[in-house]
């Protein structure tokens, strides 16, 4: 990693072809998958994950937050379906009728602006109506008045009303009652159309927590995102059901080491001063990178498989670790801020439950000026990743998985879970 030593993200996409395979093997036959790739794909980067999945028959399409994320897929030559799921914007309609890029809709305006400007170019806008059935974010409420809407939207020239979608507010949380409720009202919805003679063909629900505890609820598409990256929704999802395989390590090489004395202050503010003669050293990478400055003397990064904790604040672009019991840390040695080094392990969820920042928006904000560096699916098995070893007090990639797990087979062509880590640890 010559050109990467400051930084680099090491992205999986073995790991993301394989979380893709279990979620789907989670759901079963009839549903297609949606890739869900918005904030450049967690972080993780959208068009090579966009691009790994072009050929997979059974996922349908991608979903993003945005016009202009579905534009750069386009402009990167992502052919299969892509689904804005927030507000395009009227302005926006000329280019999403063009790219043939799905929007979500919720009212009746901006289903006849995107018509009107597909008969602009003689072409059809593809609309998937977004009902709010309790999310209380975007959609058109689910009543009888907006079915008499939709029914018409569905009748409107160089317009498909292809698909109708909804999104679940608690489906990662222990009690299902409010989940429940809210694939009712969603199914009312449904029946209030057909009896209106609306069929729509593409119906959907289920977000990662959905498909991993209520796979029942998956209709024609299902949208998974967090569970891509290799990370469950919440702790309280049945983590059993769907094993999962961590896409992303965060690895940096130090970039000085030095003794201090007794009395020695550390970093801005001085909020950690040495309580004896100790080893110190520095890693290149900050806040400015996405690192939490909340992981000021509480984070901890692993150098010679042994966890060596931040000390002081986090500065923009570097920080400082304790390497007083960690025996010849010299400059330029790996620091995996997240990943495996012997038998430890960092994960994103940690790291996030240290600084308070919820471990989607870990990912979504590490920085762009960290690059990420992609191992293709089999290429993660090599010799120097079998030197992996077991995380000490960590979920491994795998062991989240009971035994009617082990019935789901191997995904040809990937590594299995816990592979990449040493079989000797499974
Ligand atoms: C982000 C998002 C998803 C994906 O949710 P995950 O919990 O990451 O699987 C699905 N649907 C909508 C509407 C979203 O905004």
Known sequence: MGRHNRVYAKIDLGAVAYNMEQMKLRIGGGAQMVAVIKTDGYGHGAVPIAELF??????????????????????????????????????????????????????????????????????????HIKIDTGMGRI??????????????????????????FTHFAKADETDKAFTLKQHERFIRMQKALEERNTVIPYLSCDNSAGIIDFPEFKHHLVRAGISLYGMYPSDEVDKSAVCLRPA??????????????????????GTFTAPKRMRVATIPVGYGDGYPRTLSNKGAVLIHGKRARVLGRVCMDQFMVDVTDIPNVRFMDQATLIGCDGNERISVEELSRLSGRFHYEFVCCLGKRIPRVYTLPGEACGPKDMEYGMPSGYTLPGEACGPKDMEYGMPSGYTSPGEACGSKDI
């Open 54 to 127: 072009e050929k997979t028959d059974y996922v349908w399409g991608y979903a993003v937050a945005t016009l202009e994320e579905a534009v750069g897929l386009r402009e990167a030559g992502i052919r299969k379906p892509i689904l804005v799921l927030g507000c395009v914007f009227p302005d926006q309609y000329g280019e999403m009728v063009s790219y043939e890029i799905r929007a979500a809709v919720y009212t009746k305006e901006m289903a006849t602006g995107m018509a009107e400007a597909a008969k602009k170019k003689n072409k059809t806008a593809y609309l």
């Open 139 to 164: 959609g058109f409420p689910a009543s009888d008045e907006s079915a008499d809407v939709i029914a018409e939207i569905a009748k409107f020239p160089y317009a498909k009303a292809e698909g109708m």
């Open 248 to 269: 992303l390590e965060l690895i940096s090489h130090v970039s000085y080491v030095k003794e201090v004395e007794e009395g020695t202050p550390i970093s801005y503010g």
